[in-house]
């Protein structure tokens, strides 16, 4: 069975094609400056080299077409022709309290998804132009939508409810939702594989640290806290989005600086985290190498990064009451040991000591690196967000074909 896996944002949308039967990524690559000049796609099949391409791609069904075309190409596609495609698996970012699992899109699914663009303005769109443009494009295909939000709605209310009204969550849904959900699932699940342990009993920390970050407290399996909210914006200070801080001083500065609502949340989502902190990069590698130099604001923005992943490990074993495995992720978290070390300094008393030559080498690949005392693994586990939604894509087909045979059976 093979699965087309499509990641829509504002101005790109990438895409993975996946034979799930045997887990290999047949192609992929990715179409970017959607809707602006010189668009480009960029398109990797597994056997041949990269290739780009440049033109103009108006919008996202322009985009999907490219990425069929391509797919199909006879000199640098995987497929001789559409109905290969068993599936599409859309990434879709928040599917609010209506979608604790992934779902098989049809025209009530459609409805209810728009419904959800107001949770999250700034992504929704995107992946349902995506799903939509798959329909067009791909008619009698399924397609199927897979949340950021889904691992996490198992969460315990008194973990998800903010400290305001009550009324306002009834009114518009205000509450911890959490995202990455598909990275957090994968790698606890690879942490459990790898520790030879069923995931039932294990009580895992998942660190995802990209350009956005979050953690995520997984206790037999389910997510029982996370660092993100309402929003991505909460938690763990990121690229350029501030996490954590007290609500009042966005009143504070609105106020002061006589800002705008579209001007609040850009300085919280565009112009804070370590970008904001240090005047530098919001690019960890840029922070890195100017700390080495002796620049201390940047050393400021790692410090502050580094400790608030720290009070997180404290804060998400006291939630699980306890600590079996700590696991790092994403671009940060597969290729930082400085900041894997960091992240674990003086964290002895909960059992985590980090074996210093194995952190050094452990880059990009799924390895340990603890020391042999550590009662708590330390694991890094490069993410597979994709092969999640083709996961998902197909256990969900094929759930829905049984449902079909159950019925003609009736
Ligand atoms: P996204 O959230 O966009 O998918 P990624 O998971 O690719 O992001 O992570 C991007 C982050 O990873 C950037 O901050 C980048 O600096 C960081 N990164 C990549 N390689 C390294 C490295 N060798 N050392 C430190 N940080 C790195």
């Known amino acids: 069975m093979k699965i087309l896996v499509l990641n ?14 045997k887990s290999y990524v047949l192609a992929k690559g990715m ?22 391409i440049s033109g103009e791609i108006l919008d996202h069904i322009v ?10 190409s006879p000199n640098h596609g995987v497929m001789k022709d559409k109905s290969e495609i068993s599936a599409v698996g859309h990434r879709v970012v928040h599917g609010g309290e209506k979608f604790p699992d992934s779902v098989l899109v049809d025209r009530d699914v ?49 973990a998800y409810i903010y400290g305001i009204p009550y009324i306002l969550y009834k009114k518009y849904g205000i509450r911890r939702y959490g995202f990455h959900g598909t990275s957090h699932f994968y790698v606890s699940r690879r942490a459990a594989r790898i520790m030879r342990r069923p995931i039932e009993e294990l009580k895992i920390i998942t660190c995802h640290l990209g350009n956005g970050a979050s953690m995520t407290a997984v ?36 106020a002061r600086e006589e800002l705008s609502l579209h001007e609040a949340n850009t300085l919280l989502n565009k112009h804070s985290g370590m970008q904001g902190i240090s005047g530098v990069s919001s690019d960890m590698r840029d922070i890195i190498a100017e700390s080495q130099k002796g620049n201390t604001i940047a050393q400021l923005a790692l410090d502050v990064y580094c400790y608030r992943i720290r009070k997180y490990i404290g804060a998400y074993a006291a939630a699980m009451g306890g600590l079996d495995a700590l696991v790092f992720t994403a671009g ?66 094929e759930e829905a074909k049984e449902r079909k045979e159950m019925h003609k059976g009736l």
């Not at 796609?41 to 080299?49: A, E, N």
């Open 8 to 21: 829509c944002g504002s101005s790109s949308v990438k895409y993975q094609f996946i034979d799930i039967d």
């Open 31 to 52: 179409v970017s400056r959607i809707g602006m000049s010189a668009s480009v796609l960029v398109h990797k099949p597994h056997d041949r080299p990269e290739i780009t």
């Open 110 to 158: 459609m409805q209810v998804l728009r419904s959800c663009i107001e949770l999250a303005p700034l992504h929704n769109p995107h992946n349902i132009r995506g799903i939509n443009a798959c329909m067009q494009i791909l008619p009698g295909i399924p397609q199927v939508a897979v949340f950021d939000t889904a691992f996490h709605q198992k969460m315990p209310p008194f």
């Open 219 to 254: 206790k037999g399996g389910i997510s029982v806290d996370t660092s993100m909210g309402f929003t991505p914006l909460e938690g763990l200070l990121m690229g350029t989005r501030s996490g954590d801080l007290d609500p009042a001083i966005i009143l504070h500065v609105m």
């Open 332 to 397: 940060i978290g597969e290729n930082s040991p400085v900041v894997r070390k960091k992240c674990c300094e003086n964290l002895e008393f909960l059992g985590i000591q980090i074996d210093d030559e194995k952190n050094e080498e452990a880059i990009r690949v799924e390895t340990e690196i603890q020391t042999d005392d550590s009662s708590v693994k330390v694991l890094c586990i490069p993410t597979n967000e994709e092969l999640v939604i083709a996961l998902d894509t197909k256990r969900i087909i």
């Open 63 to 72: 985009a999907v077409e490219h990425v069929i075309a391509i797919l199909l």
